[in-house]
């Protein structure tokens, strides 16, 4: 099953649902592939701080090889396949996705580009299920409408929305507004922590960087959901923060 992240507006934590999404599941012992289907602007690889590839996702794509070839293993064991940043591939042709992910392993996450541009809609179509990533304000949220509808007239399970970088602010439009504006359910409110910003200047995912961190325990929960693997809540989780009894071996 392939499911796809995408967005209405770029910036809106794709990239980082993908890799820390992935991640925990891998955590939660769910084997998990993440794709980087952002080829013109590829950034899965600068998350999980792997910049040099033998074979990337274009490669596959261009030369009509397996999938398989681009498949990685970052050092948490996590699997991934990543595109290449070189302006050489600009010309890559997204519509051969489809045709190259039909190898693609049970649990596949594909990182998409934002918006409804060409290549974001290449994705959309290798997609299974989409979860759509939002910030709480209304221009984000009514442009996830088209990408929604575009979704279902394409007859793709929209899994839900991804409510992203929450500071719980009376200026954000709120769960019961966007859920009515978008007609589908938040499926999974991630909170504005600059551990995700702290992880990615470390180039390493948050849930790897800091597990126990509010966005990670998010990240934790719908992975739980989304591959039916235990995750409970670690008990004194502020004290925890505290004392930096982060350790994911500690849960
Ligand atoms: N929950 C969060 N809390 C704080 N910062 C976040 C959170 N989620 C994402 N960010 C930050 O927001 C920025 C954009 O994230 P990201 O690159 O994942 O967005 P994107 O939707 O993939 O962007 P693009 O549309 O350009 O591909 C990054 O600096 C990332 O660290
Ligand atoms: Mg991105």
Known sequence: MIRGILSGKGGVGKTTV???LGL????????????DGDLKNPNLGLHLGILKYNITLQEVIEKE?????????????????????????????????????????HYTLIDSPPGLSKESLCVLECCDEIFVVTEPYLSDVTDCLKTIELAKELKIEVGGIILNK?????????????ESTLNTRIISVIPFDENVLRGLSLKNPVVNYKPLSEASISFFK????????EFNVPKFLKLRRVLHLDKISEF
């Not at 925990?24 to 794709?35: D, P, T």
Request: hydrophobic share 40%; aromatic share 6%.
């Open 18 to 20: 993908t890799v820390n």
């Open 24 to 35: 925990a599941m891998h955590k939660l012992g769910q084997e998990a592939v993440v794709i």
């Open 65 to 105: 090889i397996s999938l398989l070839h681009a498949l990685y293993i970052h050092e948490t064991g996590l699997r991934f396949i990543p595109a290449h940043l070189s302006l050489n591939f600009l010309e890559t042709d997204a519509s051969k996705l489809k045709n190259c992910l039909r190898e693609a392993p």
């Open 166 to 178: 929450v500071r719980n602010k009376n200026y954000e439009l709120n769960k019961e507004e966007i």
């Open 222 to 229: 719908l992975a739980s959901r989304l591959s039916g693997k």
